[in-house]
């Protein structure tokens, strides 16, 4: 299984961060099975956001929860993370996530 996060790296505040990871070597519709976002901010540590289930399922973590959505495109075996009302907070590196990580990608909030 590979997991390669695709979006922009640039987000200006108040935004929405819409962030996409394509999955390839299995189903994202695997009952059982879970894909989660998470992120780093500079000098933190990993900080868990969400996750689809293979049913379709979503659970987030509180702090999260009201700007947080994931969703998938199941003929693509994609799943998507969307954070509205960003702000320089939410800058760091993004991560998805089952059973491998993908490499991440850096998301920058400025203006």
């Known amino acids: 299984v590979q997991l390669q996060e695709s979006g922009p790296g640039l987000v200006l505040p108040s935004q929405t961060l819409s962030l996409t990871c394509t999955v390839s070597?299995?189903?994202?519709?695997?009952?059982?099975?879970?894909w989660s976002w998470v992120r780093q901010a500079p000098g933190k540590g990993l900080e868990w956001i969400g996750y689809?289930?293979?049913?379709?399922?979503?659970h987030f973590t509180p702090s999260l929860k009201s700007r947080a959505t994931i969703s998938r495109d199941t003929s693509k075996n994609q799943f998507t993370l969307q954070l509205n009302s960003v702000t320089p907070e939410d800058t760091g590196v993004y991560y998805c996530?089952?059973?491998?990580w993908g490499q991440g990608t850096q998301v920058t909030v400025s203006s």
């Open positions: 996530f089952n059973l491998v």
């Open positions: 689809i289930s293979g049913s379709g399922n979503t």
């Open positions: 070597g299995f189903s994202i519709t695997t009952d059982g099975f879970y």
